[in-house]
């Protein structure tokens, strides 16, 4: 099966903008789906497809993509966004649909 | 409103069973595929099973295939997951996930429910 690698963390002063990438041959294939989930709580999607962000996610959550690696970019960081992220896309390995979560990027607002 | 329930978690013995439920609401459940991740204390998640919306349709993940099996009845817009020859490893919290119809995205999550493997 497929693996998506993630830096384990980054930190950005309140305001700036981060980056977290995502790498992983299934990404050749499919899109990223990113996910932030803070502590205790279920994860949330922020960014699907393209460069898609579901009802309620604010505009400061973009993606992008480039061969075998997918970007999650947030502009202008808020306290609130400090959490983990994780990358996930279908496996492109195998016959049936398989799916496949990065390692995580933990997110620390300075 | 959207939302998923998970419930059936517990303290289970090493080599034994257990069935969870995702109790879906507010959506149409039986047009939309489904799944199961799971995370384990203090680490990442990871993707368990996955059945099509009319339930014809199943894949697992290597850790767990052969021990776990994915169903739903659109009846009663439930999901579930039975899981057996249960191992310390499979401790995690269990989260049921709905699929968008493109973009193989999980954009609903329940809360989950804790599962733990011990003696």
């Known amino acids: 099966s497929s693996e998506l690698t993630q830096d384990p963390a980054v930190s950005v002063a309140l305001g700036q903008t981060v980056r977290i990438t995502c790498q992983g041959d299934?990404?050749?294939?499919?899109?990223a789906s990113w996910y932030q989930q803070k502590p205790g709580q279920a994860p949330v999607l922020v960014i699907y497809g393209k460069n898609n962000r579901p009802s309620g996610i604010p505009d400061r959550f973009s993606g992008s993509s480039s061969g075998n690696t997918a970007s999650l970019t947030i502009t202008g960081a808020q306290a609130e966004d400090e959490a983990d992220y994780y990358c996930n896309s279908r496996d492109s390995s195998g016959n049936h649909p398989h799916y496949v979560f990065g390692t995580g990027t933990k997110v620390t607002v300075l | 409103e959207v939302q998923l329930v998970e419930s059936g978690g517990g303290l289970v013995q090493p080599g034994g069973s257990l069935r969870l439920s995702c109790a879906a609401s507010g959506f149409t459940f039986s047009s939309y595929w489904m799944h199961w991740v799971r995370q384990a204390p203090g680490k990442g998640l990871v993707w368990v099973s996955r059945i099509n919306s009319d339930g014809s349709s199943t894949s697992y993940a290597d850790s767990v295939k052969g021990r776990f099996t994915i169903s739903r009845d659109n009846a009663k817009n439930t999901l579930y997951l039975q899981m057996n020859s249960l191992r310390a490893e499979d401790t995690a919290v269990y989260y049921c996930?709905?699929?968008?119809?493109?973009?193989?995205?999980?954009?609903?999550w329940g809360q989950g429910t804790m599962v733990t493997v011990s003696s």
């Open positions: 996930a709905r699929e968008t119809p493109v973009n193989d995205a999980f954009d609903i």
């Open positions: 299934s990404l050749r294939s499919y899109y």
